[in-house]
C-alpha cells in the first residue's frame, strides 16, 4: 500500500485494471466516501441508504474499468459522473416497478422457462461479474477455509446435518460457522 502513496492516480487505475487487487482497493477506499457522499443526496428516495452505497460501489467499478486518460478527463470527474449515472439508474427501476400491476409480474425463473432465454444484457453481465468477482475475493480473505466451505455447502441448499457430514463435524459447529459468516458479510463491501 505504501508504494501506491508514491503513484499517480493514473498508474493506480492501470494497475487495478491489469488484476492488482491492492491497487483495486486502494482507488475505491479512495472514492468511498464520495459514493457516500453522493448516496446521501438521495437519502428520502426509497432506496435504503446501503442499498444506495452499493449501487454507487457498482458505479465506481464500473469507472475504474472503462476510465481512459487519453480522452482528458480527470478521473474524479469521469468516476462522479459514473457513481451519479449508477445511483439514478437505480432510482429510476425502483419508480418503473412500483408502476407494475401486482398480477402482471412474472417470477423470473419463470419468464426464463417461458423464453428459453438466460442472457444478461452486456452492462448488467459486466457489472455482475465484477460484483462477483470483487466479492469473491473478499470474502476468501474475511472467511477462513473451513467457513468458506460451510457458505459453499449451505449457499446449494445443503442442510446443516448435511453439511456437518460432509465436513466431518457436528452440527452445532456448522452452526456456529454460519452465525460468524454472516457476522463477516455484514461488513463486507465493495
Known amino acids: 500500500m505504501k508504494m501506491l502513496k508514491n503513484l499517480t492516480e493514473t498508474e493506480i487505475l492501470s494497475l487495478s ?7 483495486l482497493t486502494f482507488i475505491i477506499t479512495r472514492y468511498r466516501t464520495a459514493v ?9 428516495s426509497e432506496i435504503e441508504r446501503e442499498d444506495l452505497i452499493q449501487e454507487g460501489m457498482i458505479g465506481l467499478l464500473a469507472a475504474i474499468k472503462s476510465f481512459d486518460y487519453r480522452k482528458g478527463t480527470a478521473f474524479s470527474t469521469y468516476c462522479y459522473t ?16 412500483k408502476d407494475v400491476p401486482r398480477g402482471n409480474v412474472i417470477p423470473l425463473e419463470e ?13 448488467d ?16 480473505n474475511e472467511l477462513s477455509e473451513f467457513e468458506n466451505n460451510v457458505l459453499r455447502l449451505h449457499m446449494i441448499g445443503c442442510s446443516y446435518s448435511e453439511i456437518a457430514d460432509k465436513l466431518s463435524k457436528n452440527p452445532k459447529a456448522i452452526d456456529n460457522a454460519l452465525q ?5 458479510l455484514k461488513v463486507v463491501s465493495f
Open 82 to 97: 459514473c457513481i451519479n449515472n449508477s445511483l439514478q439508474t437505480a432510482l429510476r427501476k425502483v419508480n418503473r416497478q
Open 17 to 23: 485494471k491489469e488484476g492488482d487487487n491492492e491497487a
Open 111 to 123: 419468464w426464463f422457462a417461458e423464453t428459453g432465454s438466460t442472457s444478461l444484457s452486456a452492462e
Open 180 to 184: 460468524r459468516i454472516r457476522k463477516k
Open 125 to 140: 453481465s459486466f457489472l455482475a461479474q465484477e460484483s462477483v468477482s470483487v466479492l469473491t475475493q473478499q470474502l476468501q
Open 36 to 44: 457516500e457522499a453522493l448516496a446521501s443526496k438521495y437519502s428520502s
